[in-house]
């Protein structure tokens, strides 16, 4: 998938968002003042959603109102990266029953929720009980030179491919920062439009931040990272652009070259720092 294949929603999910958005209108009209207000605020039509505190990277500059969520990482015994997804259950809210995958990772409570923006929450792969593996997979034309030559779109992501990951540089702004690729995510077997974007980074700077075991997300970053690799949903909180780190020569316009930088306009997120924020997570379609 090219990096900016999906720089906004899809047809179906915009169609989708606004459905939602007038069945909320529609259930606060009913009912009694503020309470109604109250609960089509935080419960809106469709499974999940309402106000979800996440942890992600910062967004430092630009339109965009807040960091993209993390994913948490795992590597299985041949060193393939996995994002971890919580066992999805079932639960009764307000007296409807709905699936959700929710863990307790690192002193926090990690939710599918939290990528319930941008018309990710309507993707196959963010249902919680979606039948998928939860490997990182290379997107088909990455903007990275050696990912394109190392994978083929859908290869598994291996952790050998980034030993070179305190030196490697391409050219836009420091060498040794870290080393990028991009992904998808429980995307299997779906159409390019309904794949989940991610981007994962090897860093030296994340794993000498787990190791000196300090600052406020210490206990979050050792559960959510493993061996210098983080990842998020690579998708800009602002209109939902594809950004990235280091793949865009205009981003140092912006001072923004070593970060990871959206295109579309020029937000800024610094994959070193980590924020805690909340949001309102768009419901799940229903069924
Ligand atoms: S979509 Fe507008 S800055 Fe990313």
């Known amino acids: 998938m090219p990096v900016d294949d999906d720089k906004y929603p899809t047809e179906s999910g915009r169609r989708r968002f606004v459905k939602g958005v007038v069945g909320s209108a529609t259930l606060a009209s009913v009912g009694t003042g503020g309470v109604a207000a109250l609960n089509s605020a935080t419960a809106p039509t469709g499974a999940g959603g309402g106000i979800i505190q996440y942890l992600g990277i910062e967004n430092t500059d630009g339109p965009a109102p807040r960091g993209m969520p993390q994913i ?27 699936t959700v995958a929710e863990m307790e990772l690192g002193g926090e409570t990690y939710s599918s929720e939290w990528f319930q923006y941008c018309g990710a929450q309507s993707l196959p792969g963010i249902q919680p009980a979606a039948d998928q593996d939860n490997f990182f997979r290379s997107t088909g034309s990455p903007p990275y030179e050696w990912q394109s030559s190392t994978y083929s779109g859908g290869d598994k992501i291996h952790i050998d491919d980034f030993q070179d990951y305190e030196s490697w540089g391409n050219g836009i702004g420091a060498s040794g920062l870290g080393k990028p690729a991009m992904g998808t995510w429980r995307s299997e077997g779906v159409s390019p439009q309904e794949q989940i974007p991610i981007q994962v980074l090897r860093s030296k700077r994340i794993l000498d931040k787990v190791e000196s075991g300090e600052g406020e997300f210490a206990e ?51 994959p070193f720092s980590t924020i805690k924020k909340s949001f309102v997570a768009l419901p799940r379609p229903d069924n």
Do not use: M, N
């Open 72 to 98: 948490p990482i795992e590597i299985d015994s041949e060193g393939f990266i996995k994002g971890v997804w919580p066992k999805p259950e079932t639960r009764t809210v307000q007296g409807r029953e709905i």
């Open 220 to 270: 979050w970053l050792r559960a959510s990272t493993a061996e210098g690799f983080i990842a998020w949903l690579d998708k800009c909180t602002h209109f939902c652009c594809v950004p990235a780190f280091k793949a865009f020569g205009d981003s140092s316009k912006f001072g923004a070259e070593d970060r990871v930088y959206c295109q579309c306009h020029q937000s800024v997120y610094d």
